[in-house]
């Protein structure tokens, strides 16, 4: 079956814009989760959503939103871009509860110039 | 912070089992260990999983000790291909997050 599709792969932009990034789970997962990964900082969780429900939130600005929808796709979007926020952003889905393990996805890669 | 403690590095010779430990001494008893690596630039790939006893699947074993306190992750037959950094997370149900250490970076040498 399909794995976790994350769109786009590679993202260029500046500083002071927004962006949006965009999360399909798996067939039939609910939970997806977002990370951001940089080489300073290593994984770091932004948050959790399920059945369109922000369930957990990391210690990230406000600048950093998502949502999920009905077919729970999820989105992503940080405003107000900085030369830090650079990073690879990552997407996982999952079955409900603790026994079941996340499935990533490739990632997106932005870059803010 | 990371409820888990990994060496920084390992080597392995291909062909060998490869064996990962991980420390997670303040581990609760509702509390899952995971494995997951990650090959340069690809996302986490999971592993395996364990609550109390021993787990193997296609891709590897997880020892658990009986304490709970650590447990080892063993590639049985290690290929070049295993070449990747391996984080050791704990996370119990009520928590929607994985918090991840530096892992474990484990290179498969010829």
């Known amino acids: 079956k399909a794995g976790v599709t994350q769109t786009p792969r590679y993202l260029i932009k500046t500083r002071g814009q927004q962006v949006t990034l965009s999360c399909s789970p798996i067939s039939g997962h609910r939970s997806v989760s977002w990370y951001q990964q940089t080489p300073g900082q290593g994984l770091q969780f932004l948050f959790e959503y399920f059945s369109e429900t922000q369930r957990n939130k990391g210690n990230f600005p406000g600048r950093f939103s998502g949502r999920q929808f009905s077919n729970s796709r999820s989105e992503m979007n940080v405003s107000t871009l900085e030369l830090g926020d650079s990073a690879l952003y990552l997407c996982?889905?999952?079955?409900?509860?603790?026994?079941?393990?996340?499935?990533f996805g490739s990632g997106t890669r932005l870059t803010v110039v | 912070d990371a409820k888990t403690t990994q060496p920084t590095s390992m080597d392995c010779a291909e062909g060998r089992a490869a064996n990962l430990p991980c420390n997670h001494s303040?581990?609760?008893?509702?509390?899952?260990v995971y494995w997951y690596r990650q090959i340069h630039s690809q996302g986490p790939q999971y592993i395996i999983h364990?609550?109390?006893?021993?787990e193997t699947n296609e891709m590897a074993s997880l020892i658990i000790t009986e304490d709970r306190k650590s447990s080892t992750l063993i590639l049985p037959h290690a290929t070049l291909r295993d070449t990747a950094v391996y984080y050791c997370?704990?996370?119990?149900?009520?928590?929607?997050?994985?918090?991840w250490g530096a892992g474990t970076k484990l290179i498969i040498k010829p």
């Open positions: 303040t581990i609760s008893g509702n509390e899952y």
């Open positions: 364990g609550l109390k006893n021993n």
């Open positions: 997370i704990v996370r119990e149900d009520s928590n929607y997050q994985l918090i």
């Open positions: 996982a889905s999952s079955l409900v509860g603790v026994q079941y393990g996340y499935t």
